[in-house]
C-alpha cells in the first residue's frame, strides 16, 4: 500500500528562524510526483512545492526547499527565515500513477513573534 | 484567471436530505478531482473525473455518493440521504493535463449534518 508519513502532529518556530518538517512515504513506484501543500486558518489548500522523482535537484520556491531521499523514501520541507504567515498546517502529499494524491495527516506549524 | 471555484462554501444539511456540492475547474483546465477532509485529518482522494467521464471511483463510497463533469458547467459532486458521518469538508482540484500535472485547489465546501 502506498501511505505518506508525517510523524511531528505540531511544531514552532521563531519569527525568522529555518524549521524543518519531516515526511516519508512508501511506494513501489519508481516514477511519481511529491508534494507540499499549506493549509491556513482559512482552510484553503495551497500548493508549496513539487518534486519530480526522476530529478535528482531538490526543488525551490523562494524560502522554501525541499530534500528529496529518493533511496530513503523522504522528502522534508525546509522553510527558511519564518513569516508570521507561514503559521498553517503543512500537509505532504505524493502523486500515484494514476493521479490521485495520497496524503500525509500534517504538520501544524506555529510561527512565533 | 479565477482559480477553481467551488460553492456553496458552507451547507446545513438534515439527515436525510441531499447536498449538492459543486466545482468549476480552473480555466483551461479539464480534469477535476474530489476529496474529503475528516476533521483533524489528511485528504482523501474519491473520484477523479474529465469531461463527461469518470476515470477513478475508486474512493467513493458505494453507496449514496455520486459525481460527474458534464460536458458544459461544473462537476457536481452529489450525497443523498446524508448521514451525520458526511460532516466534512470537500474540496475539489482541476489540473491542465492528467499525469504528474499539479493540482489546484479550490476553497472547499463545509458540509455539516444535523
Known amino acids: 500500500a502506498q501511505t505518506v508519513t508525517q510523524s511531528q502532529p505540531e511544531m514552532s518556530v521563531q519569527e525568522a528562524e529555518t524549521v524543518t518538517l519531516s515526511c516519508t512515504y512508501d511506494?513501489?513506484?519508481?516514477?511519481?510526483?511529491l508534494f507540499w501543500y499549506k493549509q491556513p486558518p482559512s482552510r484553503q489548500m495551497i500548493l508549496v512545492i513539487r518534486?519530480?522523482?526522476?530529478k535528482q535537484q531538490n526543488a525551490t520556491e523562494n524560502r522554501f526547499s525541499v530534500n528529496f531521499q529518493k533511496a530513503a523514501k523522504s522528502f522534508s520541507l525546509k522553510i527558511s527565515d519564518s513569516q508570521l504567515g507561514d503559521t498553517a498546517m503543512y500537509f505532504c502529499?505524493?502523486?500515484?500513477?494514476?493521479?490521485?494524491?495520497?496524503w500525509g495527516l500534517g504538520t501544524s506549524l506555529a510561527v512565533n513573534p | 484567471n479565477a482559480g477553481v471555484m467551488q460553492n456553496p462554501r458552507h451547507l446545513v444539511r438534515r439527515r436525510g436530505q441531499e447536498a449538492r456540492l459543486r466545482c468549476s475547474p480552473m480555466?483551461?483546465?479539464?480534469?477535476v478531482y474530489w476529496y474529503r477532509q475528516l476533521p483533524e485529518e489528511g485528504l482523501k482522494f474519491m473520484v477523479y473525473?474529465?469531461?463527461?467521464?469518470?476515470?477513478?471511483e475508486s474512493g467513493m463510497p458505494k453507496e449514496r455518493f455520486s459525481a460527474e463533469f458534464p460536458k458544459e458547467g461544473p462537476s457536481i459532486l452529489r450525497i443523498q440521504q446524508v448521514v451525520r458521518g458526511d460532516s466534512a469538508a470537500y474540496f475539489c482540484?482541476?489540473?491542465?493535463?492528467?499525469?504528474?500535472?499539479?493540482?489546484?485547489f479550490g476553497p472547499g465546501t463545509r458540509l455539516t449534518v444535523l
Open positions: 480555466k483551461g483546465h479539464s480534469h
Open positions: 482540484a482541476s489540473s491542465q493535463t492528467s499525469g504528474g500535472d499539479t493540482q489546484y
Open positions: 502529499a505524493f502523486m500515484t500513477n494514476n493521479r490521485k494524491l495520497i
Open positions: 518534486q519530480e522523482a526522476y
Open positions: 511506494t513501489s513506484e519508481n516514477n511519481y510526483y
Open positions: 473525473l474529465q469531461k463527461e467521464n469518470i476515470i477513478d
